[in-house]
């Protein structure tokens, strides 16, 4: 039996977030109706998920030792997650990003991911991986992933992989050290090009020994297949109206991965993610909309 | 005589400028090539500016006692401005923009100025203003500026109006306050709408009794008129390959304000004042690329 612990890796970034009327379509200025500024990325927005449902969770990552990372760290400090293993790179720059939301909740987003941001994972406390319930990896920190992936499955913990649109090649090399691979759409579609969807996971679960894989819809839900399955399971949302769909698929992993160590049934863990996904999308403020566990329950009970 | 002491007032932003190849005409994520951040906004890029070319400079302003609040006192500590006037309101939030620069010098600016953050002008420490050498305002802070414009007059300390785009009774409260009304070119024509620009500041030069009137054209350079002229004065700038526009107006007035208080004739400081705005044009990251005395010299005599 697992512990409850939850390890987070991936990307951080200091988003700003404006709620604009309208993208413009040329160079101009717009004022934005409100804006709010979150400790983000999709790593970080799984754990502050995974944290504001009760679970226990920690964070590793890296920002630079910047008035911006200071900004990141305080902004995490109100959620209960333990960012004592987020490494602050003696020079280096914090990542931000600017997200613009519009009122239909298209949005565009900006990201600067300063490449000098030392990438070395030799710092992790690997240690602290044994006995941990679960790790989370997003594709943003492919050597920091990589071996936390590695270290857990030596230390038998189980391994979840978001796998978000990132280059193939990347996307192949963690695949197989995931024991749940939960992809984004336009992810899966870069791997299995011209298949439709559920066909591609076909493609991919045959090719691979994960106990589940799954591709996030939106709207729509999940689509899932446990090993061995011959069928795909489709697991519906809620009906919402969406504000801003920014940090959704976060949410869905991070409560992905906390109904794992809760020991909810696949389907039932299926559902929640997509009902805290949902419940985000109703709300502007990118990850801040994500809910707490009574929201979840009320929502996916009704 | 006056002293060499130059009071600023106006908004300040923390600014996140993003350079990209081309603003987007849909949502969709956009990688940036490159990013900073830089505290701004009008007054505080001009009092940037002032320190760099070497003049003594303190910023009347407010933000917000929270971490962005402390990002825009940690950068400004990079400059020689003082900022022991700046005003942080208890529970306020500082005023954040973010700006996308593409590769033609286009941009996209996206300010949130929050209405909450107190604009009560009570606190400012008028008993400084005696004894400076000119104030210079912004009209993102009216009931500041107005506050400072009146105490200066009394005083018999010079002041200098950045007249950018603001609503024109806002602009024609302050106006009548000025020694120097010195517009941005939209300002200009919002008062005198369908005059040609010579036309609408010899129209907005009849009204008043400042000692200088005057419109920032851009790579046209600037037209000047003083009190009584019954022509105006067209300062040329220098040919460049702009990169980046955002505060080339702040920079410009930064520079005449210096050149005022350093005792540099008018039309020497409109030059010296259009230079060290082209040369902030050339550079990609807003009032981060505002240039020292020596460079604006140099290309000025050449």
Chains 1, 2 share one sequence.
Not at 120 to 134: F, T
Not at 148 to 157: H, I, K, P
Request: proline fraction near 6%; include cysteine.
């Amino acid at each position: 039996m697992g512990g409850r612990r939850i390890i987070c890796l991936g990307c951080a970034f200091w988003d700003s977030i404006f709620k604009v009327d309208e993208i413009p379509r040329h160079g101009t200025k717009l004022l934005a109706e409100q804006a709010v500024q979150a400790a983000s990325g999709m790593a970080t927005a799984a754990a502050a998920t995974i944290a504001r449902l009760g679970g226990m969770v920690e964070l590793w990552t890296r920002i630079g030792d910047d008035a911006t990372g200071d900004a990141y760290l305080q902004n995490l400090a109100l959620e209960r997650v333990d960012t004592g293993q987020v490494r602050r790179v003696p020079g280096g720059r914090t990542w931000i990003s600017t997200v613009l939301v519009d009122r239909a909740g298209e949005r565009l987003a900006v990201p600067f991911a300063d490449p000098a941001l030392d990438p070395d994972p030799g710092w992790l406390p690997l240690a602290r991986v044994a006995g941990a319930g679960a790790v989370l990896v997003d594709v943003r920190w492919p050597a920091g992933a990589h071996a936390l992936l590695t270290q857990a499955r030596r230390d038998g913990v189980p391994t979840v992989l978001d796998a978000d649109i990132a280059p193939p090649a990347l996307l192949r090399d963690l695949i197989p050290l995931a024991d749940h691979v939960l992809f984004s759409e336009p992810a899966l579609q870069s791997l299995v090009p011209g298949a439709d969807i559920d066909a591609a996971l076909a493609a991919i679960a045959d090719g691979i020994d994960a106990a589940v894989i799954g591709v996030t819809c939106g709207a729509r839900g999940a689509l899932i297949r446990r090993r061995g399955d011959r069928t795909t399971l489709a697991v519906p949302s809620i009906p919402i109206a969406v504000q801003d769909t920014l940090n959704a698929g976060d949410v869905w992993h991070g409560a992905y991965v906390h109904g794992l160590v809760e020991g909810w049934p696949l389907e039932r863990r299926v559902r929640l993610a997509n009902v805290a996904a949902a419940i985000k999308c109703e709300r502007f403020g990118g990850r801040l909309g994500a809910p707490g566990l009574a929201e979840v329950m009320a929502r996916a009970d009704t």
